[in-house]
């Protein structure tokens, strides 16, 4: 489903109103549009990145929007072999429910967004060439969103008589109190969420064209801790040691003379059994587009380097 469309392109020099299937929205100045059968795509390339949005025909809802968004992204990204996000509650337009989850593939980062539209849900899915893109273009893709007027479609008899959903709730801020003790433990920092320091030493990328890349670290309860990086093509394996703590609310990480500080802006444990921390920067506005290092927990708390 995910491709540029051969037929030919329009750019407008102002912006213009659209409307496809059950959605109407604006298509900023620059952007070239295409339509096919099934979706719509708008896009604009720069000297340093492109920004793409493609809205697609809405289909029959289940009520369940969180359960839909994994089954779209499965749907829309089945080549990129990336698995769903955990998608947030969010709102477009004039207060129309949505969830949004992304991650990087090789095409680039990519959001799905699904729609509410009553009994149907539109998914609208905004690419960029890379994570940054979504900082650089913000303002643009907030004005894109905000813009959406949904026609609501009548509740199927199915979806209306199915048992109703358990409540899902807005994704809350970071823990106010996370201890020392709850960080102790090895933890992967990886190039995607399944790639570990000891999957890349064991040779199982090898040889790869892509680069793929991990940092170990293991934090020990006395604040200090170990940490061995491998990365692939080049091949690059290094170890290193420091200390780490918590100094005014930031997790924070010192090798030799450098330190980072960090904002903690989630933790807690997967479906999958790891535990995640993601964190960013100190100092950066943590909103939707932020782009968070996520570290997992994948060993008992405890665990240290062989």
Do not use: C
Not at 105 to 126: E, K, W
């Amino acid at each position: 489903m995910f491709m540029f469309l051969a037929a030919v392109a329009l750019v407008s020099a102002i912006p213009t109103t659209k409307t496809f299937d059950a959605v109407t929205f604006t298509v900023p100045a620059g952007f070239e549009f295409t339509e096919s059968s099934d979706h719509v795509n708008f896009r604009r390339i720069d000297a340093a990145n492109w920004l793409m949005f493609g809205i697609y025909k809405g289909r029959a809802a289940t009520g369940n929007l969180s359960a839909e968004f994994a089954a779209d992204w499965n749907d829309l990204l089945h080549a990129s072999g990336v698995a769903a996000p955990k998608p947030v509650v969010r709102k477009v337009g004039s207060g129309i429910d949505a969830r949004q989850g992304g991650a990087l593939t090789s095409v680039g980062y990519q959001q799905l967004i699904d729609v509410d539209a009553g009994g149907s849900v539109v998914s609208i899915m905004i690419q960029s060439g890379n994570a940054e893109g979504f900082t650089t273009y913000r303002k643009t893709i907030a004005e894109v969103l905000a813009s959406l007027v949904v026609k609501r479609t009548p509740q199927s008899a199915s979806a209306a008589n199915a048992t109703p959903a358990a409540p899902e709730t807005a994704p809350t801020e970071a823990p106010k109190q996370i201890h020392l003790s709850d960080l102790v433990g090895m933890w992967d920092w990886g190039s995607s969420t399944t790639t570990t320091y000891r999957l890349l030493a064991s040779g199982e990328y090898a040889g790869a064209a892509s680069h793929f890349s991990a940092t170990e670290y293991t934090l020990t309860a006395d604040g200090k801790f170990t940490s061995r990086y491998w990365a692939t093509h080049p091949q690059i394996n290094f170890h290193s040691s420091g200390t780490w703590g918590f100094e005014d609310g930031l997790f924070v990480i010192s090798e030799g003379n450098v330190t980072n500080r960090f904002q903690i802006v989630s933790f807690g444990p997967q479906a999958d059994g790891k535990t995640k921390m993601s964190l960013v920067r100190a100092g950066v506005e943590v909103n939707e587009y932020t782009q968070t290092d996520d570290w997992y927990r994948a060993a008992p708390k405890g665990a240290v380097l062989k």
